[in-house]
């Protein structure tokens, strides 16, 4: 028998397992009669800094049945109901386009489901991006198709990999469970803050294509869907071009169902879409800097002198400030905790940045997006006006530097309106260039960051100093534009084309992405 316990307070001072024991004997159930505790969730209340918790809930194996309703506090554990689709008549093949998190997702669903997906991703299979990327920051040499963005995994591999969403959906412990028994960490499943790491993903990535590959599926790496022929409003198939190939050899496929997978950075594909009348529309994104911090900082102002305490990992933040005078948000955004910073480029001679940390999160540096909310036509009224913005701000930065680097700019002489005319330390490893980043930004953008800064700097110890320091631009945190779609997972004008994932602006995460992979797959393929 299996019974549930919520709330168990545990100072981490102490020995957890040894406290956790304590607490369920205090419930009523006999020592003896224990024989497995499990977590099922475990934060970190960090509110008195001289008193720092873990806050657990958990499930307790009992040998012996027991009554409950004798017992204080303790809830029967109920099994989560699965329920079982099946693939609808006739659909023996779909393509997949990008095999990033929402892709590799919708490919296993429909391995499950008994539908062969063929997955086509224009980047590298994971070891061979791996040296891509490598060479991109020595040499600061892009490939275009394989980047930070681009390649086995999509923008996910390269990341902190940390598993947050505010999607609620039945599909999430599937999906943890998926990740763990392809080579990531048994803590995400009860890590109120689950996170894998950049080392990590990349081993789930590989077993996942293992994975689709052992159940029938198909992969297609360094291979560019160029094009998707349309007919009468309905996919027929896709135009392929092998880039290995050192001549153009090109390809039609024919393709009744087309999964469109391809994140928020593919903008030729969007511009290739929108020549065939695909229904697009603008949406709103965010655009900011990186602000980076010595480690030690963030953490001494998350946990004050248990800072160093063993039990504690490297902490994190969020901050979020509201201007409400414009009705817009300005937000920490995807915090890499003893991270460090990488050029996420994926256009040549256009550069920004992003945040992405190892397993162990303990480099010196703790990092995060420090962005301003932009409205759908902020920035013009035409489909692309957002997309284009977020180009000419990467130019631009590339034109200043000369090359994939970043700029930086201290914070407290961003807030004075004064270029940095020292060297900083970082964790970006390709060229820092000092200047003015109110110069850079339009004044909406600056204007709201300093707004932010200013109020965070009252309450956050440590936040804005002579250590920390703003990096940027980054540009990339979400689709500029949504490919709308049906309430069967299908666009609205396009028959037999699915869009998915950020790309397709119904995710905004690894988790969430690949929770629009299965959802679409069951919506669009799958009956009762
Ligand atoms: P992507 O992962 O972007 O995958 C799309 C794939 O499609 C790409 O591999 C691309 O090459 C391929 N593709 C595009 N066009 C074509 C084409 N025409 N032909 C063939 N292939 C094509 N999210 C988190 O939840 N936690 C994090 O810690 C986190 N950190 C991040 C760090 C970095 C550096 C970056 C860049 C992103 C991070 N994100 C993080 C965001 C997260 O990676 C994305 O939300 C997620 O990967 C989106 O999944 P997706 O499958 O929709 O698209």
């Known amino acids: 028998m299996k019974v549930v316990i919520n709330n168990i307070n545990v100072s981490i001072e102490k020995n957890q397992t040894l406290e956790l024991k304590k607490e369920i004997i205090k419930r009523g159930i006999k020592e003896e009669n224990i024989e497995k505790i499990e977590y099922s969730k475990r934060s970190i209340d960090s509110r008195k800094k001289t008193d720092i918790k ?43 386009i990008g095999a990033g998190p929402a892709g590799l997702f919708a490919a296993l669903r429909l391995c499950e489901l008994g539908i062969k997906p063929i997955v086509y991703e224009r980047g590298e299979k994971v070891d061979d991006r791996d040296k891509t990327i490598d060479e991109f920051i020595k040499f600061s040499m892009l490939n275009p198709n394989s980047n930070i963005q681009f390649g086995e995994g999509g923008a996910g591999t390269y990341s902190d990999g940390k598993l947050n969403t505010r999607v609620k959906s039945g599909y999430m412990n599937k999906i943890f469970l998926e990740l763990v028994a392809n080579g990531a960490q048994e803590q ?28 029938g599926g198909e992969f297609h790496f360094n291979t560019l869907i160029k094009d998707v022929i349309i007919l009468d409003g309905k996919v027929k198939g896709i135009k392929i071009q092998n880039l290995k190939s050192p001549i153009l050899v ?22 290739m879409l929108h020549k065939h009348g695909v229904f697009m529309e603008n949406k709103p994104f965010a655009i900011g800097a990186r602000i980076e911090h010595p480690r030690v900082d963030i953490d001494t102002m998350q946990y004050g002198k248990m800072c160093s305490h063993p039990n504690l990992e490297a902490a994190t933040y969020s901050l979020t400030y509201n201007n ?24 040549e001679g256009g550069t920004l940045v992003n945040g992405m940390s190892y397993s162990q999160r303990d480099g010196r540096f703790s990092n995060s997006a420090l962005v301003v909310g932009v409205k759908a036509n902020e920035f013009g009224d035409e489909l692309f006006s957002g997309m284009e913005y977020q180009d000419q701000l990467e130019k631009k930065t590339y034109d200043i530097i000369g090359n994939y680097g970043a700029l930086y700019q201290n914070t407290l002489d961003f807030l004075k309106g004064k270029t940095t005319n020292r060297k900083i330390e970082s964790s970006y490893e390709m060229e820092l260039k000092s200047y003015d980043l109110n110069n850079l930004f339009p004044e909406v953008i600056s204007k709201n960051m300093k707004m932010a800064m200013g109020y965070w700097e ?3 110890r440590n936040f804005i100093s002579e250590h920390a320091n703003l990096i940027g631009p980054e540009t990339r945190t979400s689709a500029p534009v949504k490919v709308t779609r049906n309430e069967f997972g299908e666009s ?37």
Not at 501 to 527: M, P
């Open 54 to 96: 873990f806050v657990y809930n958990i499930e307790v194996t009992l040998k012996n049945d027991v009554d409950i309703s004798s017992l204080t506090n303790v809830n029967p554990f109920k099994e989560n109901e699965e329920v079982n689709y099946k693939a609808k008549d006739g659909i023996e093949r779909v393509a997949v």
């Open 188 to 215: 995400i499943l009860w890590d109120y803050k689950p996170h894998v790491g950049t080392d990590v993903l990349k081993v789930v990535v590989k077993n996942l294509r293992e994975k689709i590959i052992n159940l």
């Open 250 to 271: 090109e390809e039609n496929v024919l393709f009744d169902h087309v999964i469109l997978a391809i994140g928020h950075s593919s903008r030729d594909t969007y511009r």
């Open 324 to 347: 409400r005078d414009e009705e817009r948000g300005v937000f920490s955004f995807c915090m890499c905790p003893g991270g460090v910073i990488v050029n996420a480029a994926s256009q």
């Open 458 to 460: 009252k309450t956050q």
């Open 492 to 528: 609205v004008n396009t028959k037999g084309l699915y869009p998915i994932g950020e790309g397709a602006g119904y995710a905004g995460g690894i988790i969430s992405a690949a929770i629009d992979g299965f959802k679409v797959v069951d919506l669009a393929f799958a009956t009762l």
